[in-house]
């Protein structure tokens, strides 16, 4: 918005350079923003959701984790917003949205992944507090700090909390009938909101289980491990 104003400025009288140029820039960007960026976030959401539903009804088990595994880099996007609809239309439809409760297992694989870096890499204080700072909000279902503070800049680590997501959703996937009676509340929180309870504390430990084994075994890239040390060490 700020270079419209700039060019919108260059062109305006000066004695209309207080108000115009700021008020063009406003409308300008708001009428793109309703009429060209937010039809194609629409489309790119209902492509995604289509997706996910398809996969649901034809891949049985292994959807659940496929879709449990691309949450993760939906939520860095900020695009997984655009399931709410969804998850409102299947509680509507069912009394529960078992999509939901598949989504909440991405948060699983993070966590995992956290306790596999606190334990691989304890002697790294730059690792060690990111990993203390995001894991609380991991465990009650706030994936963002460990995205952004962690996985990400660790490179593969995220990949491996995907993995780690894909086991427990295709655990979920093997118990019918089982999803969230409400939204907003995941983590192991989602226990309290699951159909079957028990069905979602097995595949949220098994989330977490994979994690911290994938995270393990594949460790962390050793460049991003020194830049979090450095960062510690200023």
């Given at each position: 918005?700020?270079?419209?104003?700039?060019?919108?400025?260059?062109?305006?009288?000066?004695?209309?350079?207080?108000?115009?140029?700021?008020?063009?820039?406003?409308?300008?960007?708001?009428?793109?923003?309703?009429?060209?960026?937010?039809?194609?976030?629409?489309?790119?959401?209902?492509?995604?959701?289509?997706?996910?539903?398809?996969?649901?009804?034809?891949?049985?088990?292994?959807?659940?984790?496929?879709?449990?595994?691309?949450?993760?880099?939906?939520?860095?996007?900020?695009?997984?917003?655009g399931l709410t609809p969804v998850h409102t239309a299947l509680i509507q439809q069912l009394g529960y949205t078992p999509l939901y409760a598949c989504c909440s297992m991405a948060g699983?694989?993070?966590?995992?992944?956290?306790?596999?870096?606190?334990?691989?890499?304890?002697?790294?204080?730059?690792?060690?507090?990111?990993?203390?700072?995001?894991?609380?909000?991991?465990?009650?279902?706030?994936?963002?700090?460990?995205?952004?503070?962690?996985?990400?800049?660790?490179?593969?680590?995220?990949?491996?909390?995907?993995?780690?997501?894909?086991?427990?959703?295709?655990?979920?996937?093997?118990?019918?009938?089982?999803?969230?009676?409400?939204?907003?509340?995941?983590?192991?929180?989602?226990?309290?909101?699951?159909?079957?309870?028990?069905?979602?504390?097995?595949?949220?430990?098994?989330?977490?289980?994979?994690?911290?084994?994938?995270?393990?075994?594949?460790?962390?890239?050793?460049?991003?491990?020194?830049?979090?040390?450095?960062?510690?060490?200023?």
């Open positions: 918005m700020h270079g419209f104003e700039i060019k919108i400025k260059k062109h305006t009288p000066e004695a209309l350079r207080i108000h115009v140029p700021a008020l063009c820039a406003i409308i300008i960007t708001g009428l793109v923003t309703i009429y060209v960026l937010q039809p194609v976030g629409g489309l790119i959401t209902e492509a995604v959701t289509a997706a996910f539903l398809w996969m649901l009804d034809n891949l049985g088990f292994v959807a659940y984790g496929l879709i449990a595994a691309l949450f993760l880099p939906l939520v860095m996007t900020g695009m997984h917003q699983g694989g993070q966590v995992g992944a956290g306790l596999a870096l606190l334990v691989k890499y304890k002697n790294n204080k730059g690792v060690k507090k990111a990993v203390i700072g995001g894991l609380p909000a991991g465990i009650l279902g706030i994936g963002e700090p460990l995205i952004f503070g962690v996985s990400l800049p660790l490179g593969k680590v995220f990949v491996e909390a995907c993995l780690g997501a894909f086991v427990g959703g295709a655990v979920l996937g093997m118990f019918p009938g089982q999803g969230a009676i409400t939204l907003n509340v995941s983590g192991i929180l989602g226990t309290l909101v699951n159909t079957k309870p028990m069905a979602y504390l097995i595949a949220y430990l098994a989330s977490i289980a994979a994690g911290f084994a994938f995270t393990y075994i594949g460790g962390a890239d050793k460049k991003a491990l020194a830049d979090f040390e450095e960062v510690s060490g200023e």
